[in-house]
């Protein structure tokens, strides 16, 4: 089973730009599905975006549209997040998790293996 190591995260002025990445330990990347999701104190977890294993389909929340980009390198184990014009509402920690499809994390499933999560907050 895959264990799931997220970097990437900071502190940013609003318009700023991060790049998360999720590295796999364990088995590879190839066959499995990638998410991001999000979550803000007291808030609940949400789906950001989403990759299928061959990169081929995306997913993305409706709000980060247009300024996030999801893409994937199996050669190297990797799923990135790149985000940018981000906004203060973007704050959140922000976790990777696999699963078996893409648009069935965009349509509400809850993946089985996440990873520690890092830490994204958008200044005004």
């Known amino acids: 089973q895959a264990q799931l190591v997220e970097s990437g995260g900071g502190l940013v002025q609003t318009g700023g730009s991060l790049r998360l990445s999720c590295t796999a330990s364990g088995h590879t990347f190839r066959s499995y599905a990638v998410g991001w999701f999000r979550q803000a104190p007291g808030k609940e977890r949400e789906f950001v975006a989403a990759?299928?294993?061959?990169?081929?389909?995306?997913v993305y929340l409706d709000s980060v549209k247009g300024r996030f980009t999801i893409s994937r390198d199996n050669a190297k184990n990797t799923v990135y997040l790149q985000m940018n014009m981000l906004k203060p509402e973007d704050t959140a920690v922000y976790y990777c998790?696999?699963?078996?499809?893409?648009?069935?994390?965009?349509?509400?499933?809850?993946?089985?293996?996440w990873g520690q999560g890092t830490q994204v907050t958008v200044s005004s």
């Open positions: 998790a696999v699963g078996s499809s893409a648009r069935a994390m965009g349509d509400g499933a809850i993946p089985s293996y």
């Open positions: 990759i299928s294993w061959s990169g081929g389909s995306t």
